[in-house]
C-alpha cells in the first residue's frame, strides 16, 4: 500500500518537492497551504504559471501534478496548519516534509511530529543557505535538540530568513529536491541519509557540507522519547 | 594553520564578503573573542549578554556541536574546522 507524504507550505521548498514526488508515483500525497499564488514567487516555485496567480497553491498544486499523473492520489487542504487542525491535516502521514517560512510553524511541526512520532524532514533555505535534515523521533535529534525553543521574541528576528535574505531559485528548489529524496527514502522503508546528519548548502559555491547531529536527552520535544 | 571558521552568508557582512576566515585561539571561546577584534559586531549575532551561545546557533568543531563537546571551553589546534550553523526560518516564499 503506498504511503502518504504530507507537504506543509508549497512555496519554494514544498513546491519543487511535491512535483518529484508526484513524477516518483508510488505514494499518496497530501499537499497543505493557505496562501496563494504570487508573481513574486514564480521565479522559485516552477510548478506555478501566471495563470495560477491568485489562485490557491495547494490546490493549483494538486491540479498540475494530478493533469501529469491522473493516476495519483493527491490531496490538498486549503489551510494553515495550527493546534486545532493538525491531528486532521496530518492523519495517518508516514512522513512530513517541513516546507514552512518561519520559526514558529517550523517548532510547531518538530513538536507535533516528535509527539505523533512521525518523521519528519526539517528543511529551511534563506538567501544563499539552505539546510534539511531528517527527523527521526526517539531516534534521531530533532530541531529543538538542534536549535532549541526556535522562539521568535528570543531568536526570530535575527535567524536567516527570505523576507531579510532574500531567497534563490536553485538554493530553495536543491533543498526541496532533497528532502523529496529522503521522504521517498523513508517510503520505501530505506535508511533516511539525513537521519543523524544536518546537510547544509552554500548556494554561492555550490558548496554541501554535514554535520553531525545528536538528540539531547533533556530536549522538551523529544527527551522523554524512547 | 590557524582554525578556519566557515562564516553562513548572513554573516559574511562582518567579513567582507569571505566564507571563511581564519581565527586564533586555543578554544572557541578564544577564538570568538579573536574573530570580534578584527570582524566587529559578529560576537553579538553569536553570543548573548552573558557570552553564552545563542541557541539558535550552533557552533560545530570538525563536524561535531560544541554543546557536546566542551561548550566554548572545546580545545582547537591549528588547521581545525569550526563552522557557525543558524536555525534557518525561510523557505515557502
Redesign the interface.
Given at each position: 500500500m503506498p504511503k502518504t507524504c504530507a507537504i506543509v507550505?508549497?512555496?519554494?521548498?514544498?513546491a519543487p518537492a511535491a512535483a518529484l514526488l508526484g513524477s516518483f508515483g508510488d505514494c499518496n500525497l497530501r499537499l497543505l497551504?493557505d496562501?496563494c499564488v504570487?508573481l513574486?514567487?514564480l521565479p522559485r516555485q516552477p510548478l506555478f504559471g501566471e495563470m495560477d496567480i491568485g489562485q490557491r497553491k495547494a490546490g493549483v498544486a494538486a491540479r498540475h501534478i494530478q493533469d501529469r499523473l491522473p493516476g495519483l492520489s493527491v490531496e490538498f487542504r486549503e489551510e494553515r496548519l495550527s493546534t486545532a487542525n493538525a491531528a486532521n491535516l496530518l492523519a495517518g502521514a508516514d512522513v512530513v516534509i517541513?516546507?514552512?517560512?518561519?520559526?514558529g510553524s517550523?517548532r510547531f511541526l518538530n513538536q507535533w511530529c516528535c509527539a505523533d512520532r512521525t518523521p519528519l524532514i526539517h528543511?529551511?533555505?534563506?538567501?544563499?543557505?539552505?539546510?534539511l535534515t531528517t527527523i527521526l523521533p526517539g531516534q534521531s535529534a530533532c530541531?529543538a535538540c538542534?536549535?532549541?525553543?526556535?522562539s521568535d521574541e528570543?531568536?526570530?528576528a535575527?535567524?536567516?530568513?527570505?523576507?531579510?535574505?532574500g531567497?534563490l531559485g536553485p538554493v530553495?528548489g536543491a533543498?526541496?529536491l532533497a528532502a523529496a529524496r529522503e521522504a521517498i527514502a523513508l517510503m520505501r522503508g530505506e535508511s533516511p541519509a539525513l537521519a543523524g546528519r544536518?546537510a547544509?548548502l552554500?548556494g554561492?559555491?555550490q558548496r554541501w557540507?554535514?554535520?553531525?547531529?545528536?538528540r539531547?536527552p533533556e530536549c522538551p520535544a523529544c527527551g522523554k522519547l524512547a | 594553520m590557524p582554525v578556519t571558521v566557515?562564516i553562513?552568508?548572513?554573516l559574511r557582512k562582518f567579513t567582507a564578503g569571505a566564507?571563511s576566515v581564519p581565527g586564533e585561539g586555543a578554544n572557541v571561546g578564544e577564538v570568538l573573542a579573536d574573530l570580534e577584534s578584527r570582524h566587529s559586531g559578529l560576537q553579538e549575532?553569536l553570543c548573548d549578554e552573558q557570552g553564552k551561545v545563542?541557541?539558535?546557533v550552533?557552533l560545530?568543531v570538525n563536524?561535531?556541536?560544541i554543546?557536546?563537546l566542551q561548550q566554548l571551553d572545546t580545545p582547537l589546534k591549528d588547521g581545525d574546522d569550526l563552522?557557525i550553523?543558524?536555525?534557518?526560518?525561510?523557505?515557502?516564499?
Open positions: 507550505g508549497i512555496g519554494g521548498l514544498g497551504d496562501d504570487d513574486s514567487n517541513d516546507g514552512t517560512d518561519n520559526l517550523k528543511a529551511g533555505a534563506s538567501g544563499w543557505d539552505g539546510q530541531l538542534l536549535f532549541g525553543d526556535l528570543i531568536g526570530g535575527e535567524t536567516p530568513n527570505c523576507e531579510q535574505d531567497i530553495v533543498i526541496g544536518l547544509i552554500d554561492r559555491t557540507r554535514s554535520l553531525n547531529t545528536r539531547r | 566557515k553562513p552568508t548572513p566564507e549575532r545563542r541557541r539558535f550552533n560545530y563536524g561535531e556541536d554543546r557536546f563552522a550553523v543558524p536555525a534557518i526560518a525561510g523557505g515557502r516564499d
